[in-house]
């Protein structure tokens, strides 16, 4: 099912033709036999300020998916998402937080193929009922939807395990030395994927395993395990303040996770596994409680205060693109 077929193509079509955000959002590709491609290493990340599973294919884009949520400025993230092959409009047109924003819209990849000389490079399939072939959209990996005081905007990244293969697909190598060896397929769909969405004021990342720091990567793999438990110290709560407050002044001393837990829940009556753990975890996900990312994180470990914000470190990743007009 991941390949260009008549089938594929309806059931892409059925999923995102109609405009959805948030919890509503399909994917293209969901996390079930029979639709994941056979080199895949697919991964669902539960996420509570989506309101789904993010389905990733890889553990690049897995990667890619936890940085991305743990950003502060992040409110919606859509993962195996269609290019429109023809005109549509910008991803944030209908979307509540976009009203009274200029907007620009998508040209279509077949209008930017058909431009460049590449229509017959172009994805395709052939329907036999109507003895035609029609074009099958490119999928993209993850598209950000932030905001900013300017109000929001899409980043989108494309993720691969390497570098080289933004030039030349894994696939069709058969000798390492070949391995930074262009191949124009390959770069003429990144070039369509990168010029459609910077039509539209987009900008376009490449996102390697190597882009996030490794160590980074992994404590947000554990945080996220635990950012949507629910605990007795909540948000609205009395106590919480006071309770962040604690979890702060344990922060570079020598006393471990497990004991700050320990502590905390004597303090405020709650149990360690069920309260008191969660609520660590979840105060350092949401950057209320702000710790350095960039060493291990583990429960007989201490919390040492954060030496590099990862969004500053990574802010290239994350910044608006310049107003396009044509």
């Known amino acids: 099912m991941s390949r260009p ?21 399909q994917p293209a590709t969901r996390f079930s036999i029979g639709e994941l491609p056979s080199e895949s290493r697919p991964s669902a990340l539960r996420s509570a300020l989506v309101g789904r599973d993010i389905v990733t294919l890889s553990l690049p884009e897995r990667a890619a998916a936890l940085v991305a949520l743990h950003n502060p400025n992040l409110f919606d ?3 195996q998402r269609m290019l429109e092959v023809c005109a549509a409009p910008h991803p944030l047109v209908g979307h509540p937080t976009a009203i009274g924003c200029n907007l620009l819209p998508l040209r279509g990849t077949l209008e930017i ?52 293969d933004f030039v030349r697909s894994p696939f069709a190598m058969s000798k390492k030395s070949e391995r930074n060896t262009p191949q124009q397929s390959v770069l003429q769909r990144h070039e369509i994927e990168s010029e459609f969405y910077a039509d539209a004021g987009i900008p376009t990342h490449q996102i390697t395993l190597k882009t996030f720091d490794k160590t980074f990567v992994s404590n947000l793999l554990n945080l996220i395990l635990w950012h949507n438990r629910s605990t007795s110290i909540e948000p609205a709560s009395s106590r919480y303040d006071e309770a962040v407050e604690f979890v702060r002044q344990c922060i570079d001393t020598d006393t471990p996770q497990y004991e700050i837990a ?5 303090q405020f009556s709650c149990p360690v596994q069920e309260d008191a753990k969660p609520f660590i975890k979840q105060v350092i996900w949401h950057r209320v409680v702000r710790v350095d990312l960039f060493q291990t994180l583990g429960d007989n470990i201490p919390l040492c205060s954060e030496i590099f914000d990862p969004f500053v470190r990574y802010a290239a990743l994350f910044a608006r693109g310049a107003h396009v007009d044509r």
């Open 262 to 266: 320990k502590r905390l829940a004597a």
């Open 113 to 164: 193929a058909s431009e460049k000389g590449w229509l017959t490079r172009h994805a395709k399939t052939w329907d036999q009922n109507n003895a035609r072939w029609l074009p099958f959209p490119f999928l993209g990996d993850l598209l950000l939807f932030l905001r900013d005081d300017n109000g929001p905007y899409c980043i989108n990244w494309t993720v691969k395990k390497r570098a080289e």
């Open 5 to 25: 077929t008549l089938a594929r193509l309806r059931q892409i079509l059925d999923r995102q033709a109609v405009r959805r955000w948030g919890a509503e959002y």
């Open 77 to 79: 993230l859509q993962e």
